[in-house]
T-cell receptor
């Protein structure tokens, strides 16, 4: 499809396990973002990739969280030793960065609903 | 650092009436973009409308318009002729021309009453 694709759509795992969440951005979008959203809450910024630049990791809540983006396309968000407070919807978005850049919206995936038992 | 404030956690509007959702922002960048997104209960984030900091005209997209007051750093969303399907969370966001990252507000939950 032409949109941002996230997998899995749902993930249930036991406390202490590691999880990997995948995001496949829109082709040609050089900017990729990860957010976390708890039920009924706003978007919590996690990490931002732009082209070959060093990612902005300022939103990662702890060193249990990491993300990589291979070949400037697909990204994986990894949560190690999951805890119950990690339960949330994890949203990925991608964007063009055109001339000026500020006028390009983000396009969001449908998210991964993560539940930690 | 940029910041978005949405002071209305929840709003109610009668079907077919217009409603204004408030958004104020803070930025030191001269060039930036302002965005509104809709998130219905199904969870997807839907881009609604964009306003550039140098745009002379207020942006409009169908029933959505943006009341942009640059001196007041205000970018309120106006929804005309509300429909039941407009019930959702609405997020205001800013993107600067240099950092390219987005900053979102806490959102406003709009409920349209029949």
């Amino acid at each position: 499809g032409a949109g941002v694709s996230q997998s899995p759509s749902n993930k249930v795992t036991e406390k202490g396990k590691d999880v990997e969440l995948r995001c496949d951005p829109i082709s040609g979008h050089t900017a990729l973002y990860w957010y976390r959203q708890s039920l009924g809450q706003g978007l919590e910024f996690l990490i931002y990739f732009q082209g070959n630049s060093a990612p902005d990791k300022s939103g990662l809540p702890s060193d249990r969280f990491s993300a990589e983006r291979t070949g400037g396309s697909v990204s994986t968000l990894t949560i190690q030793r999951t805890q119950q407070e990690d339960s949330a919807v994890y949203l990925c978005a991608s964007s063009l960065v055109g001339t000026g850049g500020a006028n390009q919206p983000q396009h969001f995936g449908d998210g991964t609903r993560l539940s930690i038992l | 650092a940029q910041k978005i404030t949405q002071t209305q956690p929840g709003m109610f509007v009668q079907e077919k009436e217009a409603v204004t959702l408030d958004c104020t922002y803070d930025t030191s960048d001269p060039s930036y973009g302002l965005f509104w997104y809709k998130q219905p209960s199904s969870g997807e984030m839907i881009f609604l409308i964009y306003q550039g900091s140098y745009d002379q005209q207020n942006a409009t997209e169908g029933r959505y318009s943006l009341n942009f007051q640059k001196a007041r750093k205000s970018a309120n969303l106006v929804i005309s002729a509300s429909q039941l399907g407009d019930s959702a969370m609405y997020f205001c966001a800013i993107r600067d021309n240099y950092g390219q990252n987005f900053v979102f507000g806490p959102g406003t939950r709009l409920s349209v009453l029949p």
